[in-house]
């Protein structure tokens, strides 16, 4: 029976009543959707404006951002951070978040290593951004990575074939899929790094594109 009612548990059960930014940010914190809180610091909501032309979505929170309590604000969102500016995207006109608001880890040593959501996790915790989604209505959908892509544009989709092509969605006017920063930190060496540091921000340079003609004129 504790097996089945755990099954059965997920962020739909934490949703506020009246949802706003606000009240969805306030409600994720006692979030228990999934066991992944027992073992985080916090919940990890996203962050930015609900005018923001252009939403990222990332896997889940690494170990800074657990203990920071905010998205991107380690060493993956610092290259996410250069290859905006180099796309000539404003931080500020992009909301960013994760499909999984908690940090999921495995010890090793003192280090808490990163251990990819399972699909139980992911689907329990998908109502926070299918939420912030509904509120923001983005121009431009951002996936960064394979979770987030296979989450939010099917379980068939591929970001090796199909990363940097927009691709039609009922979440946003536009959707564009690319690799998660922290795979361009993962290369070994400098110059694999430059060139897939090249390639992600060919793909953000699609993302500005789509952000420029979707701009209404200026009256």
């Known amino acids: 029976m504790a097996k089945n009612d755990e099954a059965l548990v997920s962020a739909l059960q934490f949703l506020p009543r009246r949802v706003s930014m606000t009240s969805l940010r306030e409600a994720a914190r006692g979030c228990e959707g999934c066991p992944l809180f027992k073992n985080a610091t916090q919940t990890v909501f996203g962050k930015g404006r609900t005018s ?26 610092r290259v996410l951070d250069e290859g905006l500016a180099a796309a000539g995207i404003p931080r ?9 608001k ?10 808490r290593l990163h251990k990819k959501p399972s699909a139980r996790e992911i689907a329990a915790c ?20 394979a979770t987030a892509a296979q989450s939010l544009l099917g379980r068939d989709f591929r970001v ?12 946003a006017e536009h959707a564009v899929a690319t690799v998660h920063p922290s795979s361009i930190l993962r290369q070994r060496t400098s110059e694999e790094r430059a060139s897939e540091m090249k390639r992600f921000t ?5 993302v500005a594109r789509l952000r420029n003609r979707s701009r209404s004129p200026s009256i």
């Open 202 to 206: 060919a793909d953000l340079k699609v």
């Open 52 to 77: 923001a032309r252009i939403v990222l979505v990332g896997e889940q929170p690494g170990n800074d951002e657990d203990l920071a309590g905010e998205p991107f604000v380690g060493p993956a969102g």
């Open 92 to 100: 500020a006109d992009a909301y960013v978040t994760n499909v999984v």
């Open 126 to 145: 998908l109502p926070w951004l299918e939420k912030e989604l509904e509120l923001i209505r983005p121009h431009v959908l951002v996936c960064l990575g």
């Open 102 to 111: 908690h940090f999921k880890w495995e010890p090793k040593g003192k280090r």
């Open 160 to 171: 090796s074939v199909q990363r940097g092509k927009i691709v039609e969605t009922a979440l």
